[in-house]
């Protein structure tokens, strides 16, 4: 059983897939269960040096299961337990030196949308939209959303999707800043691919630390985020990978001067 979400690890590469096409990769409790469980997988296995994130069939992902939610007649205490655990995977994905990239298609409405800002990178195919829709149903913000999408967009426009039942293409999102590039549909997971591809054949760490310093350092004073910011360049600067990459920048500056 996959409980909705595939996990594929290869050469570095760790695959998240949303697999619950039939309910447009909605999360019930299972799924968040699932999920908090893949980003503690994926984030402890020291051979993981970048992260897909991608969807099966025709939408990146809906959300919450609401339709599950009330017909099964959950409490507000499950809601809160289910947006716990996803809560948990999000946290652990966001704050790991990781890069992660998310290929997205198709409809992202409620917290899909705050599930598709754990990536540090976002590709979407034209034919995405991208939707809140909490409002119209009585739900306020989760999985992220009221911390995710003002990051990413600030906090007017947040609001406007938030109170607003305005629908995004995947041309405004990509004017928004929603999302870093928009691809033919059939190219989004060669560019996907090659988006990953290229941290791994780089300085695979130092990509996962940039992504970690960014994403932790709203939460944090400037203070500490310099301290980290002088900790972590240090670290890098006696790896072997940083060693390599610096001497051969020091001898290319220095044959380009005489």
Same mark, same amino acid.
């Given at each position: 059983?996959? /409980? $909705? @979400?595939?996990?594929? #690890? +290869?050469?570095? !590469?760790?695959? %998240?897939?949303?697999?619950?096409? &039939?309910?447009?990769?909605?999360?019930?409790?299972?799924?968040?269960?699932?999920?908090?469980?893949?980003?503690?997988?994926?984030?402890?296995?020291?051979?993981?040096?970048?992260?897909?994130?991608?969807?099966?069939?025709?939408?990146?992902?809906?959300?919450?299961?609401?339709?599950?939610?009330?017909?099964?007649?959950?409490?507000?205490?499950?809601?809160?337990?289910?947006?716990?655990?996803?809560? /948990? $995977? @999000?946290?652990?994905? #966001? +704050?790991?030196? !990781?890069?992660? %990239?998310?290929?997205?298609?198709? &409809?992202?409405?409620?917290?899909?949308?705050?599930?598709?800002?754990?990536?540090?990178?976002?590709?979407?195919?034209?034919?995405?939209?991208?939707?809140?829709?909490?409002?119209?149903?009585?739900?306020?913000?989760?999985?992220?959303?009221?911390?995710?999408?003002?990051?990413?967009?600030?906090?007017?426009?947040?609001?406007?999707?938030?109170?607003?039942?305005?629908?995004?293409?995947?041309?405004?999102?990509?004017?928004?800043?929603? #999302?870093?590039?928009?691809?033919?549909?059939?190219?989004?997971?060669?560019?996907?691919?090659?988006?990953?591809?290229?941290?791994?054949?780089?300085?695979?760490?130092?990509?996962?630390?940039?992504?970690?310093?960014?994403?932790?350092?709203?939460?944090?004073?400037?203070?500490?985020?310099?301290?980290?910011?002088?900790?972590?360049?240090?670290?890098?600067?006696?790896?072997?990978?940083?060693?390599?990459?610096?001497?051969?920048?020091?001898?290319?500056?220095?044959?380009?001067?005489?």
């Amino acid at each position: 059983m996959t /409980d $909705g @979400i595939l996990l594929h #690890v +290869e050469d570095g !590469l760790a695959r %998240v897939t949303f697999d619950r096409a &039939a309910s447009l990769n909605a999360m019930d409790f299972p799924m968040a269960r699932r999920w908090r469980e893949v980003a503690h997988e994926v984030t402890s296995d020291a051979s993981v040096g970048a992260v897909i994130l991608d969807a099966t069939g025709p939408a990146f992902c809906a959300g919450g299961d609401v339709v599950a939610m009330a017909t099964t007649g959950a409490s507000g205490r499950e809601v809160t337990e289910t947006a716990e655990a996803i809560h /948990d $995977g @999000i946290r652990t994905f #966001v +704050e790991a030196p !990781l890069p992660m %990239v998310a290929a997205v298609h198709g &409809a992202v409405a409620g917290g899909g949308l705050g599930l598709m800002l754990t990536a540090d990178y976002v590709v979407a195919s034209e034919n995405a939209r991208f939707v809140s829709r909490y409002a119209n149903i009585g739900l306020t913000p989760d999985l992220g959303v009221s911390t995710l999408l003002p990051a990413a967009i600030g906090q007017r426009r947040a609001l406007q999707l938030l109170l607003q039942d305005r629908m995004l293409s995947a041309a405004e999102a990509l004017d928004w800043g929603l #999302v870093a590039e928009v691809v033919a549909s059939g190219d989004l997971a060669p560019r996907v691919n090659e988006i990953a591809r290229f941290w791994l054949d780089g300085a695979t760490a130092a990509f996962g630390q940039a992504t970690r310093l960014v994403r932790v350092g709203a939460a944090r004073t400037l203070a500490e985020n310099l301290a980290d910011e002088a900790a972590t360049i240090g670290a890098a600067f006696d790896t072997p990978e940083a060693k390599a990459r610096v001497a051969a920048f020091a001898a290319a500056s220095a044959k380009g001067r005489s």
